[in-house]
């Protein structure tokens, strides 16, 4: 199974936005371009936090997480977190991702899978 999570923070995250403009913000970012507007994000703090969350369960080698059968792939630009996961992965843990980009890093996750035009969520899964 495969899942991407994509993680951003707007500069003014507080601003009223339709999903046309977080495609957009989706589609440029997936082209390693970094749209104006978006706040910093400290990708440091995140591995960090990412890395204490999933190991010792995952290895951390070479920009992933390994672990028999799945992979867990940390990527993005300046201004955001993508997040793949490939394998046999526990949903527990992409939970743990999602719930920590959010409520730590203020970055709620936008899943561009949910048909027709993707969704943002904010902490904890609300809207």
Wanted: hydrophobic share 40%; with cysteine; proline share 7%.
């Amino acid at each position: 199974m495969s899942y991407d999570l994509n993680f951003w923070r707007y500069a003014d995250e507080g601003a009223a936005r339709t999903l046309d403009d977080h495609l957009a913000t989706y589609h440029a970012l997936s082209k390693g371009e970094v749209p104006a507007g978006l706040g910093p994000i400290d990708r440091g703090a995140v591995l960090a936090a990412l890395r204490a969350a999933l190991e010792p369960a995952w290895t951390w080698e070479g920009g992933a997480w390994t672990r028999p059968g799945a992979v867990i792939e940390f990527g993005g630009t300046a201004a955001s977190v993508r997040i793949d996961l490939r394998g046999k992965w526990p949903h527990s843990d992409a939970n743990r991702i999602i719930d920590i980009m959010a409520d730590d890093f203020g970055c709620p996750l936008f899943d561009p899978q949910i048909r027709p035009r993707g969704e943002r969520f904010g902490p904890r899964g609300g809207a």
